[in-house]
């Protein structure tokens, strides 16, 4: 009994674990799609863009010499984020501001196309292959009870820390600065925003910069647990964070987090009690399930169509 | 006594907190011009989106020639011949004229997908009357010379009667123009108001109007409908709702 | 407009410090640990002249007036040359380029005949995807899973039921329309972009199971000894199966050459590329495929008029899906052997990319963008570690300049006698 009620338990500790951070990549395509109403496809891109400088920061500043651990981890952190951020800027300002206007196909085509360009252009960068980075924090806490062993590794509690850090800055970024209140307004209606006189492009821009800087915290936080990148990651990843950012309602940003917490712990009990190899095909079968049922997710509002 | 063809009662529609739409009730007989008139934001868009099936009312019921039409899907509703504009006018841009007007007529068309592949006698007979009433209405509404340019390159009165012209090949027996005369000038508005009267008294279409012009509507109407903040207000002929006091009050304010 | 310089240059410094962070520094696997090395110098210089390239691209607005200037020749429109402009020269440059076609065995060498047949799978499934991404705007990323629904179908028919190549097409094409249908049913309801993400769910989905299913599909080994197609029952190996009727060489009584099996093939691609561009060409000129244009350009207004969207994008989406069957079919029994490999995202956004750069709509366009991608890689050995690159760059660039394609569709023209 307390065997399998443990095992249950690592579960959903594993799954809470990579759950949240598929939130933080959710929140990316939320925030973009609560404000332009389009799917942001190169955002995965931009996590494994995350994961691989976070990689050459620790790994550089390892072979400089230093031996400060959290000073390492947190520069790897700041640096990915903001190049990260330089990233989003650049994807907004190259492949999306310029078909703004345009059919929305064009505008998903578009993406796609960044998509498909970041990930060759990692692959010809660093190659195609797998790379492996050290564990940086190893050990943790466990419990045995009855015999049977529970476990909590500090990197896992790292990453909740970090993550509620994180969606806590973003909460009070959006709802206490004066640009989160223009980007409220802006997702409201974007035409009367402008009139107010706010630049709508730089509230656009600023919140690719976001979108993109969280994706490289997960990157960050992912590469740390795994141990491993590779320029493919950011296509599943982006999927799952997509799903999540759906499951939750696209557009709410308390329904990205929990879509992803709850995606997480589903794809970790498929692993745990069927099948290492289907967790993927879960994950996907439940965003289809979700369109059928509930397409606004679980926190989503209702969309009126305009005629 | 003509025939009632669509029968309005009670309508209601909500979004949200929002009443938008309250209480509104309308009939349209045969060969009849009714217009819905009433200061911006009074709701009468929103109304036209409940009968022709855009949005599902959130109470009332809509009857079109004994048939209830407010639980079906706006598809079947235009199927039964009840066809709309748009204010916003909805074209299908990067076709020509004249496939715009081959698309609405699919009801007529034959859609056998192997009669289609093998070029039947039987298909291209039919695909030449889809043509030729084409060219009929083109002829209505002066675009013939047009028929192969695509459609969003019209100049925009071209362009909405070109909506109307799509409408009137599928053969309707309700017309709902949705602000015809909107952004039309003084000589196009004259052409628009004599069209109205022909496909009315010519061809036995019924019309009912959302319309700001005043003088259209009133030069046209057999019957109007006055809405203001969703809710009805008059019902009448032209001249009774020009002499209604609440309407007065409506447009013009208190004294 | 006036040239600016901060912005320029602000432009350029971002694009070294993009360049430089992911592709100055290596990670280099060291034993256990991981470490970085500076990338050769060439890749700094090539770096420095992007920047330069970029700051003069925003020095002096060239993007801006490139789509200006863009967009004045859009207007002018494209006029057909000369020769193709009637009917009848039409007809007769159409009939004169299959007869090239049907000939093209007689001069080409074997390995040109065999990149010939493969180029035109690529035309195939360019011209299926186009109807539901060119004609009815549906983006379908997932395209390549049914691609691989139509190549199992075959593949296992023929393993475990011994099904021929002939019996399987149209149930391989069948299937893959029933995929097809049973996707988007649940899915065409909702908005363009869900679609998209679904089907390119489904594109994985498909992957892993047959990666997975392995008593059934073999797994990654994939399935292997598919039979080549007959020609009405005569095979084209040196000796006939035991239940076959004979084989081509003994039945004309020539002698075996391993080459009449690649003609063969070729020729048989040819075919149905053909009937699936006659199928196209007709389905644009009738009911069905005017509402699917009709459908793209609004959905509103169809349904105003009567046009059930549901039912029309069901519609494309599963005849879309056919033509990559009967594909998949056919590189099964060309391939002789399957594996999920082949049906990877990559092989979508190929599809994609080809559709994308003909001209959507336009079944000429996409026939040389197939043509064009499929050579351009094995005429230049090293443009094949750049092509995904590039791919990705054309679509977003054609779709800032031009989203119509390079040689988008023409419209019908008809003469309408006054009543």
């Known amino acids: 009994m307390t065997e399998s009620l443990l095992y249950f338990t690592q579960q959903v500790i594993n799954g809470l674990t990579v759950g949240s951070t598929y939130a933080l990549i959710a929140i990316g395509y939320t925030m973009v799609y609560g404000i332009i109403g389009m799917i942001n496809f190169a955002h995965g891109e931009v996590y494994m863009i995350g994961t691989y400088l976070s990689f050459i920061v620790i790994a550089g500043l390892t072979m400089l010499g230093l031996e400060n651990l959290p000073f390492i981890l947190l520069t790897a952190l700041i640096v990915s984020m903001m190049v990260a951020g330089a990233y989003g800027f650049t994807i907004e300002r190259v492949a999306y501001r310029p078909v703004r206007g345009s059919k929305r196909l064009i505008a998903l085509i578009s993406a796609i196309g960044m998509s498909i360009f970041l990930q060759n252009y990692m692959r010809l960068a660093q190659g195609p292959r797998d790379i492996a980075m050290p564990g940086q924090i190893q050990g943790g806490w466990s419990w045995t009870l009855d015999g049977n062993l529970l476990n909590l590794s500090y990197m896992q509690v790292i990453i909740f820390v970090v993550t509620v850090i994180s969606m806590w800055s973003l909460h009070l970024f959006i709802s206490r600065s004066r640009m989160g209140r223009a980007c409220r307004a802006c997702a409201q209606d974007q035409g009367m925003t402008n009139l107010l006189g706010i630049d709508t492009n730089q509230i656009i821009a600023v919140t690719f910069v976001i979108g993109a800087a969280l994706a490289a915290v997960a990157g960050f936080l992912l590469g740390l647990y795994y141990g491993v990148v590779n320029p493919m990651i950011g296509f599943i990843a982006g999927l799952k964070a997509f799903t999540a950012a759906v499951l939750g309602g696209i557009g709410s940003l308390p329904g990205a987090m929990l879509g992803g917490l709850i995606l997480g712990v589903t794809e970790s009990m498929t692993a745990a009690y069927f099948s290492t190899e289907y967790k993927d095909v879960v994950a996907f079968s439940l965003l289809v399930l979700i369109l059928l049922f509930k397409p606004t997710g679980i926190l989503g509002k209702p969309e009126v169509e305009k005629i | 006594m003509a025939d009632t063809l669509l029968v309005v009662r009670d309508l209601s529609m909500r979004f949200g907190g929002l009443l938008a739409v309250n209480g509104v009730s309308l009939t349209v007989d045969e060969r009849q011009i009714v217009s819905v008139i009433g200061p911006n934001g009074a709701g009468k868009t929103t109304v036209f989106n409940c009968i022709s099936g855009f949005y599902t009312p959130t109470e009332g019921e809509v009857v079109f020639q004994g048939k209830a039409m407010h639980k079906l899907p706006g598809h079947k509703i235009a199927r039964e011949g009840m066809v709309r504009t748009f204010q916003n006018i909805r074209l299908f841009k990067e076709m020509t004229v004249l496939e715009n007007l081959l698309v609405a007529q699919h009801m007529h068309a034959e859609r056998n997908l192997l009669k289609g592949l093998l070029l039947t006698k039987n298909f291209r007979i039919k695909e030449q009357e889809l043509v030729e009433r084409a060219a009929f209405w083109l002829e209505r509404v002066g675009l013939l010379d047009f028929a192969n340019r695509e459609a969003g390159t019209l100049a925009y009165g071209q362009q909405r009667r070109l909506e109307i012209a799509r409408c009137m090949v599928t053969q309707p027996k309700l017309l709902m123009l949705d602000e015809p005369a909107a952004g039309l000038n003084p000589k196009e508005t004259a052409e628009l108001n004599a069209l109205i009267r022909e496909l009315c008294h010519q061809h036995q279409v019924s019309v009912l109007l959302i319309e700001h012009d005043m003088k259209l509507v009133m030069d046209i109407s057999d019957q109007i409908v006055v809405i203001n903040q969703g809710a009805p207000l008059a019902t009448g002929t032209p001249e009774e709702i020009q002499r209604n006091p609440d309407v007065i009050k409506a447009y013009l304010g208190e004294e | ?419």
Not at chain 3, 271 to 287: A, E, F, G, N, S
């Open chain 3, 1 to 419: 407009m006036q040239p600016s310089f901060m912005p320029a240059a602000i432009a350029a410094g971002v694009t070294f410090i993009l360049g430089a962070s992911v592709m100055g520094i290596r990670l280099q696997p060291a034993g256990i640990s991981l470490e970085v090395t500076s990338a050769p110098t060439h890749v700094y210089l090539g770096l420095i002249a992007a920047s330069l390239f970029v700051f003069i691209l925003q020095y002096f607005r060239l993007t801006e007036r490139f789509s200006r200037l863009l967009k004045s020749s859009q207007e002018s429109k494209v006029e057909l040359p000369a020769f193709l402009r009637t009917q009848q020269q039409q007809r007769l440059w159409t009939m004169l380029a299959i007869g090239a076609l049907l000939l093209f065995p007689v001069i080409g060498s074997r390995g040109w005949i065999d990149l010939a047949t493969l180029t035109l799978i690529y035309v195939m499934l360019g011209l299926g995807l186009n109807i539901v991404v060119g004609l009815a705007g549906l983006l379908d990323l997932g395209y390549v899973g049914f691609y691989a629904v139509g190549a199992y179908a075959y593949a296992l028919l023929n393993t475990y039921f011994g099904f021929g190549f002939w019996e399987a097409l149209p149930i391989a094409g069948a299937l893959a329309a029933l995929f097809g249908f049973l996707l988007g049913f649940p899915v065409l309801r909702l908005r363009g972009d869900y679609l998209a993400i679904v089907t390119l769910g489904f594109g994985e989905i498909i992957r892993i199971l047959l990666n997975n299913w392995t008593e059934i599909t073999g797994g990654p080994n994939g399935i292997s000894q598919i039979p080549k197609p007959t020609l009405f029952g005569l095979e084209f190996n040196r000796r006939a199966a035991e239940d076959a009727l004979g084989t081509f060489h003994e039945f004309f009584g020539i002698k075996y050459s391993p080459e009449y099996k690649v003609i063969f093939l070729y020729l048989l691609a040819l075919i149905l590329v053909l009937i699936t561009v006659y199928v196209i060409r007709r389905l644009i000129r009738m009911p069905i495929g005017r509402a699917w244009e009709a459908l793209r350009e609004d959905e509103i207004a169809c349904r105003s008029l009567g046009l059930n969207p549901t039912m029309i994008k069901l519609s494309a989406f599963t005849l879309g899906a056919s033509f990559a069957g009967f594909a998949g079919a056919f590189f099964a029994a060309r391939q002789g052997f399957i594996n999920p490999e082949s049906f990877t995202f990559i092989e979508s956004a190929i599809i994609l990319a080809i559709v994308v750069l003909g001209g959507m709509g336009s079944q000429l366009g996409v026939i040389l963008a197939a043509v064009a991608m499929t050579i351009l890689p094995e005429l230049a050995r090293e443009f094949n570690e750049y092509r995904m690159l590039l791919f990705g760059l054309i679509m977003v660039l054609m779709m800032i300049w031009r989203p119509q394609g390079l040689l988008p569709m023409k419209r019908p023209h008809m003469e309408l006698k006054r009543g």
